[in-house]
């Protein structure tokens, strides 16, 4: 049984800086990611590998309409933000002076303001394998930057969980219910010394302020994990 104040469903851009924030503010946070959790020693320039453990649907989702649209989405403890590139290479000078010349294209011409390009960087090396997962940690994806900050509070991360639906109660969510999977997306069991739970809780005791959560309950077909809400005295 897990007890929590919060629990957060993703660890990408939106998640992570949300965990790292209540957990810092003294909340206790449980994060539910449904991609596996790698270190940066596991990022390799093995293309294939990568694309098929930290992509939903190998980097083939679709986003049905006309025309449909393909796009590519993380799966992974850092959501999207470990594979995306996080820069953007200055277009070559030539490339610009011709358009310049055959459509008069120009920032200056627009009235737009040049800058530097900033990327959310330190120290990277040039090694050209943002999109397969950063092989140095230069690249500060919420992996090695707000993760690390959740849990050093004392937020809980609980990777290949896939959370299937939101209990309502009117108008009010009350909690989630979900599963544990394995990376073929068949029901797994959780191993608390593996990669797979990434665990650390602070030793000190934090004040009890909005929920209550109850996991690694024993479904069939597969380990489930639920978490309810409920309100507590303050």
Known sequence: MLDCDVVIVGSGAGGAPVAAELAEAGFDVVVLEEGSYYQTRDFTADASAAVRQLYRDGGATMAFGDPPVLYQEGRAVGGSTVINGGMSWRTPAHILDRWRKEAGLGADAMGWKVIP???????????NNCAFGCPTGAKQSAL???????????????????VE???????????????????????????????????RRAARSRPRRCSRARACARRRGGWATTCRSTPTSS
């Open 165 to 199: 639906r939101i209990t309502m109660h009117g108008k009010r969510a009350t909690g989630i219910v979900g599963r544990v999977v394995g990376a073929d997306g068949r029901p797994g069991h959780p191993s608390l010394s593996g990669p797979s739970w990434w665990w």
């Open 144 to 162: 090695v930057s707000y993760i690390p900050r959740a849990l050093h509070f004392g937020a809980r991360l609980l990777s290949d969980v896939r």
């Open 117 to 127: 390009n900033l990327r959310n960087q330190v120290h990277c090396p040039g090694s």
